[in-house]
């Protein structure tokens, strides 16, 4: 229901949960840090501003938006987001936490795969007002490995 992906479309976060890592995936294997038989969550592979380390977490099987996204999903999507938050506070010690989550073109969905953006948030950050900007694996190896570290402990 109200689809956009192209014909053909290369679905960059079905590969990721695939465990494939090649042209079309800017996100590593490296930067899961949860995943089980219903979603998986990891570092974003870019970043606005200070709010570096947000996360993604997207059903494994391919849902392309919030209309088609069954609702036994989004309960196990949403349950986790509120367990990344408190990660968030816990590991980053941040100030608060926001999320989003995009539909279609004019909803500013790019990748046409349902996905919840988690933002770690701090105190007169601009996070509306940042551009995004890519990240290297690098970049992203320190959040996603306190954060795998936090859920282990659980």
Not at 7 to 22: A, K, M, Q, W
Not at 58 to 79: A, C, G, R, T
Not at 112 to 123: A, D, E, G, S, T
């Amino acid at each position: 229901m109200y689809n956009h992906a192209p014909e053909g479309y290369i679905c960059p976060f079905c590969l990721i949960v695939d465990g494939v890592e090649n042209e079309h995936v800017w996100t590593k294997q490296s930067d899961i840090f949860y995943r089980d038989e219903f979603i998986t969550a990891f570092i974003n592979a870019t970043t606005w501003g200070v709010n570096k380390g947000n996360a993604i977490i997207i059903p494994n099987p391919h849902f392309e938006n919030l209309y088609d996204l069954p609702l036994d999903y989004s309960v196990k999507i949403h349950e986790f987001e509120k367990s990344v938050a408190i990660a968030f506070k816990e590991v980053y010690g941040c100030d608060g936490v926001s999320s989003r989550q995009h539909n279609e073109p004019a909803g500013c969905q790019d990748v046409w795969h349902y996905h919840l953006h988690v933002f770690p948030r701090y105190h007169n950050d601009n996070l509306y007002a940042m551009k995004r900007t890519a990240t290297t694996a690098d970049e992203r190896a320190m959040y996603a490995d306190q954060l795998k570290g936090y859920f282990l402990k659980l």
